[in-house]
């Protein structure tokens, strides 16, 4: 059975990618790289960022969202993005391994053919007037809601702290 995974629109901060590459991998979630990224993903921040578990992130690069979308029509997988423009509460949401969320650039979102080509669209709420989470805030609450709802926790594997 085919895993969750996690896409990034071209993204602009390396700590937030490395940050999110570490959570999936102990998470154990594939992670697809959307280019261009606003930073060589050989940058020092995303290796900080990432520590020592880079080596252990399941890790794809897609030169663009049209490759992107090749891989994704050969898999068979159900695009969610993750966005402030709809109501569907992540949390109402009804995953399925194989899954694949896809989070937007921290700058400017998902332009409007990505926002059109997902097959659902989710929402983490916030309170009235709050703009938005840091992206790798975003990904750690919906990717473990994620792996909850899907029964990845439920393996008897140790979920730690630091």
Not at 102 to 109: I, K, P, T, V, Y
Not at 137 to 149: D, H, L, N
Request: glycine share 8%; charged share 25%; aromatic share 8%.
């Amino acid at each position: 059975m085919s895993r969750l995974r996690i896409a990034l629109y071209q993204p602009d901060i390396a700590g937030n990618t490395g940050t999110i590459l570490r959570l999936a991998a102990c998470l154990d979630i594939e992670v697809h790289i959307i280019e261009p990224a606003g930073f060589d993903l050989s940058d020092r921040n995303l290796k900080r960022a990432g520590m020592d578990y880079l080596d252990m992130a399941a890790l794809t690069r897609h030169v663009d969202w049209q490759s992107f979308e090749t891989w994704r029509s050969h898999e068979d997988a159900r695009l969610v993005l993750l966005t402030t423009k709809t109501d569907e509460a992540y949390t109402d949401f009804s995953y399925r391994n194989g899954d694949v969320l896809l989070f937007g650039r921290e700058s400017a979102g998902v332009p409007h053919a990505v926002h059109d080509a997902a097959d659902y669209r989710l929402t983490i709420p916030m309170r009235e007037g709050a703009r938005s989470l840091n992206l790798a805030m975003s990904v750690a609450m919906v990717a473990g809601e994620a792996v909850r709802r899907t029964g990845g926790f439920s393996g008897g594997e140790r979920i730690a702290n630091g």
